[in-house]
């Protein structure tokens, strides 16, 4: 076989992080991004090496006997939804086998099962989703949509997106209805020429609370004041309680801002969890699947025996787990890199009367090494690029007890866990939470405890 060959093979298994394998019909394993397990599948080879192929699935030709769901237009088009056509209960089993075989392939095998808890909603859970302006095809129309898969040039139209509800549906329908007339450019990331870039659309769940951002460039003076008028005049569920216009110039794909205009309204949103009230500003961290955060923390909470007298929260975001895990300790400190986001933690905790909590703003692995006071217990909620060694070498040195280590990304918990092993650590419990239902994704707790 050669690169660039055109092989058509079966899909034999499925690795966490959204891979998969041929296993059997080739002299090497064929590793590829996407793909369902009893797929056949026709791909491009990549690239050979002593062990493996890499390829590039070009299209499904024959579907899986697990795929039995309906699915939107875009499946398969669009990257979010890789396990839209596999029912819910094999998709929760695919993941339990997948985040078991991770934890062995990294040493891990005293764990013999992980439990794979489900989201209470599986469609329209999103609470938060970031879409970009853009065309399918080079000058075609004016779409607003997700990046068509393997590509950053090109946008799908996900109008009837199956994680979002109805409120984003016509938000969606109506913005592109309106900009296409106005003949607007969008931005392009080759030639940083361009004006509209993306729209970020929040949602309180639990509060029905929408706020809309409209990002863009500073190249064109175009006045929005129609737009507002338009989107103030939708019939929606939800209501609409800001909508805001964020200038970025940045060459780098992805919501940067530079300067942020209130257009309507005010510039956060509230949504609750766990019976607690949350403000959360524009580029707050907040799980993006509210109904799933909850089981999240509620399974965390579970795996705690007592009260402690110190829990140090790490990565604390706006303060959500701090907060719900407030009653479990009679003081908790957290420590997060975004400033905005630690204001709105301050805020959320005396909106709920919580008063024995502190939010430090600052970087984790400066942060952490100021403290003085031993906690019982240290909670980390790292984002998906994992723990700084650092960092990690300094949270060790408290001889914390307890760690319960929430993460995002498992592939950089198995690694952390070598070392926090070493230390001294041992693991007690292990849980999956399903945060992200039709996709690869999936959260997972891990709770350790000092030998």
Excluded: W
């Amino acid at each position: 076989m050669k690169n660039k060959q055109i092989i058509e093979f079966n899909i034999d298994e499925m690795i966490f992080g959204g891979e998969s394998l041929n296993l059997t019909e080739f002299d090497k394993k064929v590793i590829m991004k996407g793909g369902i397990i009893g797929q056949k599948v026709k791909a491009v080879i990549q690239k050979k090496r002593k062990d493996k192929i890499q390829a590039k699935i070009l299209e499904v030709t024959e579907k899986s006997y697990l795929e039995t769901e309906d699915v939107c237009s875009n499946f398969g088009r669009c990257g979010g939804c890789t396990m839209l056509s596999v029912s819910y209960e094999n998709q929760l089993k695919l993941k339990t086998e997948q985040l078991l075989k991770l934890f062995h392939k990294f040493g891990h095998t005293e764990i013999e099962n992980i439990d794979v808890v489900g989201s209470p909603i599986q469609k329209e859970y999103k609470n938060k989703m970031e879409f970009t302006f853009g065309n399918e095809e080079k000058d075609g129309d004016l779409l607003i949509g997700l990046h068509r898969k393997n590509s950053s040039m090109s946008i799908v139209d996900v109008e009837d997106c199956k994680i979002i509800d109805e409120d984003y549906r016509k938000i969606l329908k109506t913005t592109g209805e309106y900009l296409r007339k106005q003949g607007l450019p969008h931005y392009h990331i080759m030639s940083h020429e361009g004006y509209l870039r993306h729209l970020v659309i929040r949602k309180g769940i639990n509060t029905e609370e929408l706020l809309i951002n409209i990002v863009t460039t500073s190249q064109v003076d175009f006045d929005l004041t129609d737009y507002i008028n338009i989107l103030a005049n939708i019939e929606l569920n939800g209501n609409i309680v800001g909508i805001l216009h964020t200038l970025n110039d940045s060459f780098s794909d992805t919501v940067t801002p530079k300067k942020i205009e209130i257009l309507y309204g005010r510039d956060y949103f509230y949504d609750i969890l766990l019976d607690k009230k949350f403000k959360i500003s524009p580029f707050s961290f907040f799980q993006t699947n509210t109904k799933g955060a909850e089981v999240l923390y509620k399974t965390a909470m579970n795996m705690i025996d007592g009260e402690k007298n110190l829990i140090f929260d790490l990565y604390s975001g706006t303060g959500t787990i701090g907060i719900s895990m407030s009653q479990r300790a009679k003081k908790v400190i957290g420590i997060e890199i975004i400033e905005e986001a630690v204001e709105m933690a301050k805020k959320n905790a005396i909106a709920n009367n919580i008063s024995n909590v502190e939010f430090i703003a600052g970087d984790v692995k400066e942060e952490v090494s100021k403290l003085s006071d031993n906690p019982e217990l240290i909670i980390l909620d790292p984002p998906r690029a994992g723990i700084n060694p650092k960092a990690l070498k300094d949270i060790i040195d408290f001889n914390a007890k307890e760690i319960l280590y929430i993460s995002c990304n498992p592939k950089m918990l198995v690694q952390d866990l070598i070392i926090l092993k070493e230390s001294g650590y041992e693991i007690k419990n292990v849980k999956g939470v399903d945060m992200f239902p039709n996709s690869y994704h999936c959260e997972t707790i891990c709770y350790l405890s000092l030998k």
